[in-house]
């Protein structure tokens, strides 16, 4: 028998450890912030709701619950991923089944069933790690805060978390109005009524939530609930403790571009199943997030469900109840053996009885594992249930602000807020932003503002946004500096860091001033299409810029790349984006596409579109073999910053940017590569070509090849390439989303 406390496992990766804190906050046991208590009395929009609300109030008080023993199989899957806007690349998951034997007067036994984890390249076989199995449902669990305690729940005033409308000491911070009426299905065949209580937030917070509690009204039982924070965490503005931290510096070495530290949690559900009409038993709970540390966003999605087999309520005898909790190593699955350990949670207060195989590798084979988190199954909310569950979430208020938010940040305080290009030089800016309430739903008014060393111009940029779950709709005005292939990001960190170190910059740049309107999916959610409406006067601009680390060793007539010369005008243009991904496992197969259209009017008329295909298959012996082809056409008058080009790791490796340029385009990749615990090693080989539409044959596309080097699974990329047509040259990449 082995003994183990709570919380200690055999290994965790840095990712999951900082996924479950995420999941600690998703189950409603975290702290959110330190808030005084309300005193006001709740708010009802009307009299049905004041029923609903004291029926469930006094029903979340009572436990009533009769429930002695149990026996059931819980299913768990998670997923963590990396948000990058080529596709989402999963850098973890995890799933998990089993089974629980529980009494009221007993530690409970839990029979670990399987067991799955994949973590870099693959996955975790002869690993267990306890953390993944020992969810067990108590009777006094909180019925709407899945995971916290009666114990919890009654905890001092002063601690951190989140506000309940059910319980007397948060119900006051909320206005509750009475919603549809819809007959359940129990999964036993008998339906139940139950009478939305919508429940908003008299001012937003990250300790409030905004959703909907579904309460069978005779009893007050909470059947179903959909609920979110009403407003993003920010880890140092609303968590005490970090706020202390970091007044004493503490994070003064986290570098810029990883801050701020923000979560959303976008989604929580749960519902339900009455038990022979006895009792209320957990079905399902599903959570979803996006955390954000500066550049890098980290969407995350969490689903459990339970099946139960046998439940012993009041009146049943101890027999009964012994042999519904009961387990047996000796006789279960057909004597496999086992291996006992000990979890002495609380200190042996809430101890658990785990069995395990005692061959691991049985519980990454095992047929009770569910499928990943991201593939409809059942017993789980199905992604229709999910997308109606935030359709509804989106047309409840999330209440005004409790103070006018704002903000003001420079330099590197913002990841976006210092750059170096041939152009501008050394570029710092500033940027302040405010949260007005507009219609019930927050804005976000933002102005930004930089000046160059080298061309001392300045660039401002003034943002309207309004952000609701399932999109984001804003408006700008700017005269600002831009390049001509946004998606590259050559006005980002890295082409900065390549400029200044290299003397290399992959951009080309000209000038625009007027306003935008652009709609995208929600922030949550992957930004797979973007449509805007802009009218703007371009201009050209010089590379003046003669600063860069290779003048220390090179003579006086070094020098960046010449800018290409923009043509000046006005541009009224519809715009569209459209870039669905499927897949984001590294070890199955995934695919891409990229569609790009533009209609300008004005001096600059044109029109433009472009479609890019992307496939990454599977090879035997740890290979994988990515694919990738795409074109694109313009008509003859487009202008030099709207033309399409090739040269540079986007299209073609191994040769400067706009080697080619024309109104017609034709490139593809291809690329196979053996996957390390590192990364994966690259074999690579290109060909494009662009020009007038009617001289494109074999014979006129340039070729290159290469060695690559890929860290998460293709988020930073080094590649090593040899052009061979024309002037031979080689070249040094080093970006950001690559294909593997």
Not at 108 to 124: F, H, K, N, W
Not at 317 to 328: G, H, I, L, M, T
Not at 442 to 470: C, Q
Request: glycine share 10%; net charge neutral; charged share 25%.
């Amino acid at each position: 028998m082995e003994r183990q406390r709570a919380g200690t496992t055999s290994r965790r990766s840095p990712v999951p450890t900082l996924f479950w804190s995420a999941v600690w906050l998703l189950s409603g046991a975290g702290a959110a912030a330190a808030q005084s208590m309300p005193s006001e009395a709740p708010v009802y929009v009307d009299a049905g709701a004041s029923l609903l609300h004291g029926a469930a109030m006094r029903h979340h008080a009572s436990h009533v619950d009769r429930l002695r023993a149990y026996e059931a199989v819980v299913r768990q899957r998670v997923g963590v991923a990396l948000r990058t806007p080529l596709r989402d690349r999963t850098v973890y998951r995890a799933e998990s089944a089993h089974r629980v034997f529980w009494r009221s007067d007993g530690p409970p036994s839990i029979e670990v069933l399987g067991l799955r984890e994949q973590a870099g390249r693959g996955v975790e076989a002869q690993h267990f790690d306890q953390g993944f199995v020992d969810h067990v449902f108590e009777p006094d669990r909180d019925r709407l805060m899945f995971g916290r305690t009666e114990l919890e729940s009654d905890s001092d005033p002063g601690d951190f978390r989140v506000l309940h409308p059910l319980e007397a000491d948060g119900a006051g911070v909320y206005a509750f109005a009475s919603g549809d009426t819809v007959t359940l299905a129990l999964p036993d065949g008998r339906r139940v009524t139950a009478v939305e209580l919508r429940v908003s937030p008299r001012t937003r917070h990250p300790t409030k939530i905004t959703g909907s509690l579904w309460i069978e009204p005779e009893t007050g039982a909470l059947v179903r609930a959909t609920y979110r924070l009403s407003e993003s965490l920010d880890l140092v503005r609303d968590i005490e403790d970090m706020r202390d931290e970091d007044a004493r510096g503490e994070f003064r070495w986290v570098p810029g571009i990883f801050k701020p530290w923000t979560f959303e949690l976008s989604l929580i559900t749960v519902d339900y199943a009455l038990w022979d009409g006895a009792v209320w038993l957990p079905r399902r709970w599903r959570g979803e997030g996006l955390a954000v540390a500066g550049i890098l966003r980290i969407p995350a999605e969490f689903d459990r469900s339970y099946r139960f087999t046998r439940v012993a309520t009041e009146g049943a005898s101890d027999e009964v109840v012994r042999d519904v909790a009961s387990f047996d190593p000796a006789e279960s699955r057909m004597g496999i053996p086992y291996r006992r350990i000990v979890d002495e949670k609380g200190g042996g207060a809430d101890s658990l009885l785990l069995f395990v195989p005692a061959d691991l590798g049985r519980l990454a084979r095992s047929r009770d594992l569910p499928p990943p988190v991201w593939s409809d199954a059942p017993g789980f909310f199905a992604g229709e249930e999910v997308a109606e569950e935030l359709r509804r979430l989106d047309q409840i208020p999330t209440g005004g602000p409790e103070s006018m938010p704002r903000w003001f940040r420079w330099g590197f305080q913002r990841p976006d807020l210092v750059r170096y290009n041939r152009v501008e030089e050394f570029s710092v800016g500033a940027r302040g932003a405010v949260l007005p309430e507009l219609f019930g739903r927050p804005l976000s008014l933002t102005g930004t503002l930089r000046v160059g060393t080298g061309d001392r111009h300045p660039n401002i940029r003034l943002d309207a946004e309004r952000t609701t779950l399932r999109r984001t709709v804003s408006l700008s005005a700017y005269h600002e500096l831009a390049g001509t292939d946004e998606g590259a990001r050559h006005l980002g960190l890295g082409n900065s860091l390549l400029a200044a170190l290299a003397g290399r910059d992959d951009g080309d740049y000209y000038r625009r001033s007027g306003a935008a309107l652009i709609w995208t999916p929600a922030p949550a959610t992957r930004q797979w299409y973007r449509v805007s409406v802009h009218s703007e006067y371009h201009e050209a601009v010089a590379g003046r810029t003669r600063l860069a680390l290779p003048r220390v060793w090179k003579d006086d007539g070094w020098a960046f790349r010449p800018n290409l010369t923009a043509e000046e005008g006005w541009e009224h243009a519809l715009g569209i984006h459209l870039s669905p991904s499927w897949g984001t496992d590294p070890a199955r197969t995934h695919a891409g596409l990229e569609a790009t259209g533009m209609v300008s009017f004005g001096d600059l008329e044109h029109a433009i579109a472009s479609l890019t295909g992307r496939f990454v298959l599977p090879l035997p012996g740890d290979l994988r073999m990515g694919l990738l082809a795409g074109g694109g056409v313009a008509t003859s008058d487009v202008s030099p910053q709207r033309a399409l080009s090739v040269g540079g790791p986007r299209t073609l490796r191994g040769y400067a940017p706009r080697t080619l340029v024309g109104p017609c385009q034709a490139r593809t990749r291809v690329e196979v590569q053996r996957a390390f615990s590192f990364g994966g090693i690259s074999v690579f080989s290109d060909a494009a070509w662009a020009g007038a539409c009617d001289a494109l044959t074999p014979s006129a596309a340039m070729r290159s090849a290469g060695l690559g080097l890929s860290l998460v699974d293709g988020l930073l990329r080094f590649d090593l390439a040899r052009g061979f047509d024309g002037p031979a040259s080689t070249r040094l990449d080093v970006y950001l989303d690559g294909l593997l």
